[in-house]
């Protein structure tokens, strides 16, 4: 095996390899071991800050909160309250909230990721990219300023659709929060669609062009239908972020628009600790369910 | 209007640019309908740029490109009467093999029941009957290649363009496969256009071969034409294997006054002279003849080829004898006598 020989090899070349005398050198790990140890970290990482915390809420939401105390015995009455129509409700509140924020990151996000992979200037494309990136760069928290500037009613977006006959209100509602929402998620959904598209051959689109199919023909055949493990991956991620976006929700709901991780908020600061776990249990369900489906959809 | 009319190909004064660098330069060439034409050269030599330009996939910055009496530079490429194989296949890998051979004409309109009937016929017309339900990656590339070709075909282009459609393919298949390209061209009677760097794959199936050097054609004609009477030095070497004698060597080893002119005068300063029509042996009566040293010989079954130096000079050539059971081959060492007869040697310019 090349491993013996290295093995019969390395003291004989001096200082090929560290130092020179007295250095014993160890033979190499079996990759089995290192490989360990490189994802060790991650592994250790994921025990402490998600395996742990996850089992620590599944143990409170077993719990119940009665007379401003935490009783630590076993119970489902935690559990039973949830069924309560306002948990429903805003249960649904928050699916609605990461569902139009899904879908119209995506409807914004794919032509954008498209244009990125036709543009034949690589500037330009470098240009868009870091347009779509740099509002990465500003914390949420300015950006919903930022919004609640512009949606307001004295703003330049309700000005400019005024003219046109249009008075919707766009802050403190659904709208306001999914308008805000997209924005924070598009270079989310951008780039996983452009990673896909770009990795389709070139040559594919010109078969199809060959063969007699226009741009649309080939987009609707061709492109969209490779790239959706890309589309599905944006909205896996697009979604599981909406579905924990607190920021966006509590600066431009205005107290309108109840998602759970609000409430999750609240009831930590009441200290019901069993509803706050609970919740947010149902929350990680959601987002894995939501990855089940669409990992289904984008094979 | 008959194949032959409405598959001909006509280029006239064809240039196309990249930055600075033309990539076709002042092409003109005329396809026959129903003709197997290749366009052979080595890589970087414009044909499949040529090639792209044909399926309309690049504009040429000047000249103008006919098929049939239509004028077609300037129309795009899904509404040209040409398809194109592409060198790997491009195959959709989200359809079918059914699919993919029907996707041409699905997208013009024919009914998915008749659309599905023709594709079957094609499909069983390439070999790949039973095969209809499986997805590209899971054919071997052979079957890929078969697909791709059916796929062209099912548009019923008037020329099929075809990039080298072979390239990765192994030995053995791709000889097979030259085969019933040739058979398959031959009994559509459409015009076939092949790029190729493979000069035997464009010997072997053309009517008419284009080599082509740094943009340019050199040379058009028959194989035979081209392999008898090359243009140039380049298109010697690289059609076939060839002796390159220059005007030096031929001075020295030359005795005939006549063809020693013809061989060096007005820019002719190289003479060719095939492999095969080298001579050797010790009593050698050729018009032309000259005493050599056997360096190695290297015995292939149907040929021996012979390298030998011309005696006292630096100059080593090729022969190659056809083996035909007799057992008494040369040794290295042995001093013998080379030459041609007269007209065997061709004198062409450098290039």
């Known amino acids: ?299 | 209007m008959s194949l032959r009319e409405s598959g001909k190909v006509s280029i006239s004064g064809v240039s196309k640019r990249f930055g600075k660098v033309f990539a076709v330069r002042e092409v003109s060439l005329s396809i026959s309908g129903g003709e197997f034409f290749s366009l052979l050269g080595p890589s970087g030599c414009g044909k499949t740029t040529l090639l792209r330009i044909l399926s309309g996939f690049e504009r040429p910055d000047e000249g103008t490109i006919r098929v049939g009496d239509q004028r077609v530079d300037g129309i795009p490429p899904n509404r040209r009467p040409t398809a194109m194989v592409f060198q790997r296949w491009a195959l959709f890998p989200h359809l079918t093999v059914l699919e993919n051979v029907c996707y041409g004409l699905r997208v013009k309109g024919t009914p998915r029941r008749a659309a599905s009937s023709r594709a079957s016929e094609l499909i069983e017309l390439v070999g790949l009957t039973g095969l209809s339900d499986r997805k590209p990656a899971q054919l071997s590339g052979g079957q890929q290649q078969r697909v791709a070709l059916a796929r062209a075909l099912a548009t019923e282009p008037r020329v099929l363009l075809l990039d080298e459609p072979l390239g990765s393919l192994d030995l053995r298949l791709r000889d097979q496969m030259r085969i019933e390209l040739k058979r398959l061209q031959r009994e559509l009677g459409m015009t076939f256009v092949y790029v190729t760097h493979d000069q035997g794959e464009a010997m072997t199936m053309s009517d008419n071969v284009a080599v082509m050097q740094d943009g340019r054609i050199l040379q058009v004609g028959s194989p035979q034409s081209i392999y008898d009477n090359p243009a140039s030095a380049f298109v010697a070497s690289f059609i076939g294997d060839t002796n390159l004698i220059d005007s030096q060597t031929a001075e020295a080893v030359i005795a005939d006054p006549e063809l020693l002119a013809a061989a060096t005068a007005d820019g002719s300063r190289q003479l060719s002279i095939r492999y095969e029509r080298l001579q050797i042996g010790s009593g050698l009566t050729t018009d032309i003849r000259f005493p050599v040293k056997v360096i190695d010989v290297s015995f292939a079954g149907p040929r021996v080829r012979y390298r030998v130096q011309v005696e006292g000079r630096e100059i080593e050539l090729f022969a190659d004898v056809p083996y035909q059971g007799d057992a008494h081959l040369l040794a290295p060492g042995d001093k013998v006598l080379a030459g041609w007869q007269r007209g065997a040697a061709v004198p062409v310019v450098d290039s």
């Open chain 1, 1 to 299: 095996m090349t491993d013996d020989r290295r093995l019969l090899e390395v003291p004989r070349g001096p200082a090929r390899f560290g130092k020179k005398i007295g250095a014993v050198r160890l033979p190499p790990l079996p990759p089995r071991v290192t490989g360990s140890l490189v994802v060790a970290p991650a592994v250790l990482l994921l025990v402490f800050l998600f395996v742990a915390p996850l089992a620590i809420f599944t143990v409170y939401s077993f719990y119940k909160f009665s007379g401003n105390v935490i009783i630590r015995q076993f119970t489902l009455d935690t559990w039973g309250s949830l069924w309560q129509s306002y948990y429903f409700r805003i249960s649904l509140e928050t699916l609605y909230m990461a569902g139009w924020t899904t879908l119209f990151t995506l409807l914004i996000g794919y032509p954008v990721a498209y244009a990125m992979t036709i543009m034949k200037s690589d500037r330009l494309r470098l240009a868009l990219s870091v347009i779509i990136f740099m509002p990465l760069t500003v914390s949420v928290v300015v950006r919903a300023y930022g919004w609640q500037v512009l949606l307001s009613q004295a703003g330049p977006i309700p000005a400019i659709l005024s003219k046109i006959g249009l008075h919707p209100q766009l802050l403190f509602n659904l709208t306001g929060v999914v308008i805000a929402s997209v924005q924070v998620l598009l270079p989310f959904a951008v780039f996983p669609i452009y990673a896909s598209l770009a990795s389709i051959d070139g040559s594919l689109r010109e078969a199809s062009s060959d063969l007699g199919a226009g741009w649309m023909v080939t987009l609707r055949r061709i492109i969209i239908p490779l790239s959706a493990p890309g589309a599905a991956a944006a909205a896996e991620l697009t979604f599981t972020l909406a579905l924990g976006n607190f920021v966006i929700p509590s600066m431009l709901g205005g107290g309108r628009v109840l998602v759970i991780p609000l409430v999750v908020f609240q009831d930590t600061g009441t200290t019901n600790w069993p509803v706050a776990a609970a919740l947010g249990l149902v929350l990680t369900a959601g987002s894995l369910i939501a990855v089940a489906l669409l990992n289904r959809i984008g094979r």
